[in-house]
C-alpha cells in the first residue's frame, strides 16, 4: 500500500476534481489530519474535496489502482479517531456533498448529501413542521455523513433512537469505485441482505456515502425541563431506571457529575445555576409532546419517583431562554473538560439498571490507577462518558497505568452486559480493547466483511479491528 503520491497520481487527482480542489499544503493536511480525539495529528498526503458522487468514485478507481489508503473525512468532531490519516494517502472530504436534496412533505423522508451539518438539517425540516430527533452535542458542527458513519446517537436517543432508526437508504461509493444503493426509500424492506444498516455504523470502512435518505417525525410543539440535584452521584444513576419503571419515557434523561456541571457553568457563558457545595451530580430530564396536561401529569409522576431519593431543589425551567442555557451547559461538558486538563474519553454502555455499578467500578479503577474522572451522559440510554484526567500524574503514569484502568473499565463494563461504546465507535484508540467484547471468530467474521468490501484494504485501514487483523 502506497501512502506517498507520484505526481502522476496527484495530476489525475487534479482532473477529477479540480485543481482548486486538492490540496499539498502542510497547513492544510495538518488541519485534515486531527479530529477532536485527545491531541492525535496524522495528516494525509493530499486533501482532496470532490462535489459528487460520481468525483467520488473517480478518486477511488484511482486509489484501488495504486492501491492509495484512502479516509473518508467529514466534520472532524469524532472522539475516537476515525477520520484520522494514521496510514497517510488520500484525505477525502466530503464538505463539498452539502446539500439538502429534498424534503418529503409527504413521506416524511428527506434526502441529503453526507455534508450537510445536523442542526441545519434539524432546522430545516423543522422549519415545515418535522423533526429530526438525533441531536449529538456537536451537532452544530458534525455532519449527518459523519452521523451515519458512526452511528451517532445524542441527548434523545432516550425516546427517539439513534441514527441507525432513521436511515432508509443510502448511495454509497464502495472501494472500487462502483456506486450502489442499498435498499429503498420504504419504512418497511425485507429484500434481500440489510446493507443500508450494515454501513451504519461502519465508521467509513466499508464505503463513502454521497446520499442519504432519512425518515423524519412530526415536531412536537411542548416540553417541560427539570434540573435534578442529587446528593450522592450513585443515587442519581439509581434514579434514572426508577423513572423508566414508573411508566415514563423522558425525551431526555442526562447525568452530570458535579465537576462536569462545575466546568461546564465556568465554561459556557450565560449560565446561573447554583450548585450547593454537598451536591454531587445531576440529573437533566425532559419530557416532549403535543399537550401540556399530559406533560405535566408525567413531571409530576417523576417528581413522585425522585422523591424517594436524597435530592436538593429541583430548577423548572420556565422560558426557552433558560431552557436553551441548560441544554448549552449540558453540551458544554466535553469542551470544558477538554480546557481544563489533557483528557482521554471513554463512551461506556450499560443496560441503564447497572448504571450505578458502572460508576462505581470507573470510580475505583481511577483510584487503583491514580487517576480521576468526570463522568457524564445519556444516562437514560446506560450511557456513560467517562473522562479520564491527567492532572498532575506524571507522563510516564499516564502512558502506563491509565491503559491499565481503561482495559479494567471496559472489562467491567462488558461484565455488566454492557459494550466498549455507546455511540463514539472504536475508530483508532479503543480498537486494542475489541477483544474484551468479541471472542477471536467473531473478529475474523467482521474482517471477512472488510475483505469482501475492500480486499486491498484501503478504506480507512486500521480502524476498528485490532492490528492483528487490519
Not at 502506563?400 to 479494567?408: D, L, Q, S, W, Y
Request: with cysteine.
Amino acid at each position: 500500500m502506497h501512502t506517498s503520491l507520484s505526481p502522476d497520481v496527484t495530476q489525475r487527482l487534479e482532473s477529477i476534481v479540480g485543481p482548486s480542489f486538492i490540496f499539498l499544503d502542510e497547513e492544510t493536511r495538518k488541519h485534515y489530519g486531527h479530529d477532536e480525539t485527545e491531541d492525535y495529528v496524522f495528516p494525509p498526503s493530499v486533501v482532496v474535496k470532490p462535489s459528487n458522487a460520481e468525483e467520488v468514485s473517480g478518486i477511488m478507481r484511482l486509489a484501488s489502482e495504486f492501491r492509495i489508503p484512502v479516509v473518508p473525512i467529514a466534520g472532524r468532531t469524532g472522539l475516537s479517531g476515525g477520520a484520522l490519516a494514521i496510514r497517510g494517502g488520500i484525505g477525502l472530504s466530503i464538505e463539498r456533498l452539502n446539500r439538502i436534496i429534498a424534503i418529503d412533505e409527504m413521506n416524511l423522508q428527506v434526502t441529503v448529501e453526507p455534508g450537510v451539518i445536523t442542526q441545519v438539517l434539524r432546522e430545516a425540516v423543522a422549519e415545515k413542521g418535522l423533526f429530526y430527533p438525533v441531536d449529538p452535542s456537536s451537532m452544530g458542527s458534525c455532519t449527518i455523513g459523519g452521523n451515519v458513519a458512526e452511528n451517532s446517537g445524542g441527548a434523545r436517543a432516550v425516546k427517539y433512537g439513534v441514527t441507525k432508526d432513521y436511515v432508509l437508504n443510502l448511495e454509497v461509493v464502495l472501494p472500487n469505485g462502483d456506486i450502489i444503493r442499498t435498499g429503498a426509500d420504504t419504512l418497511k424492506n425485507s429484500t434481500g441482505y440489510n446493507l443500508t444498516q450494515l454501513m451504519v455504523g461502519s465508521e467509513g470502512t466499508l464505503g463513502i456515502l454521497t446520499k442519504i435518505v432519512l425518515k423524519l417525525l412530526p415536531q412536537n410543539r411542548q416540553n417541560i425541563l427539570m434540573l435534578v440535584p442529587f446528593y450522592e452521584a450513585r443515587q442519581a444513576c439509581e434514579a434514572v431506571s426508577a423513572v423508566f419503571r414508573a411508566g415514563i419515557v423522558p425525551s431526555a434523561l442526562e447525568f452530570m457529575e458535579r465537576d462536569a456541571i462545575d466546568w461546564a457553568i465556568r465554561y459556557v457563558d450565560g449560565i446561573s445555576v447554583t450548585v450547593p457545595d454537598d451536591i454531587q451530580a445531576h440529573l437533566l430530564i425532559e419530557v416532549d409532546g403535543n399537550y401540556p396536561d399530559v406533560l405535566f401529569s408525567e413531571a409530576e409522576k417523576i417528581m413522585e419517583v425522585l422523591e424517594v431519593f436524597r435530592i436538593g431543589e429541583v430548577l423548572f425551567a420556565d422560558s426557552d431562554e433558560q431552557k436553551n442555557a441548560l441544554w448549552r451547559m449540558r453540551r458544554g461538558v466535553a469542551e470544558a473538560v477538554k480546557a481544563n486538563s489533557i483528557y482521554k474519553e471513554e463512551d461506556t454502555v450499560v443496560p441503564r439498571y447497572r448504571l450505578p455499578e458502572l460508576l462505581e467500578s470507573v470510580k475505583a479503577a481511577g483510584a487503583k490507577y491514580g487517576f480521576s474522572s468526570v463522568c457524564y451522559g445519556h444516562a437514560g440510554d446506560g450511557n456513560l462518558h467517562v473522562n479520564i484526567i491527567k492532572g498532575m500524574m506524571s507522563d510516564e503514569n499516564w502512558k502506563t497505568e491509565v491503559p491499565k484502568g481503561i482495559r479494567e473499565i471496559f472489562e467491567r463494563t462488558v461484565a455488566l452486559g454492557g459494550t466498549l461504546s455507546g455511540e463514539h465507535g472504536i475508530g483508532f484508540v479503543q480498537k486494542g480493547y475489541m477483544d474484551i467484547a468479541f471472542p477471536e471468530h467473531h473478529l475474523h467474521l467482521m474482517k471477512g466483511i472488510k475483505q469482501l468490501f475492500d480486499p486491498q484494504g484501503i478504506l480507512n485501514p486500521g480502524k476498528i479491528l485490532p492490528d492483528h487483523l487490519s
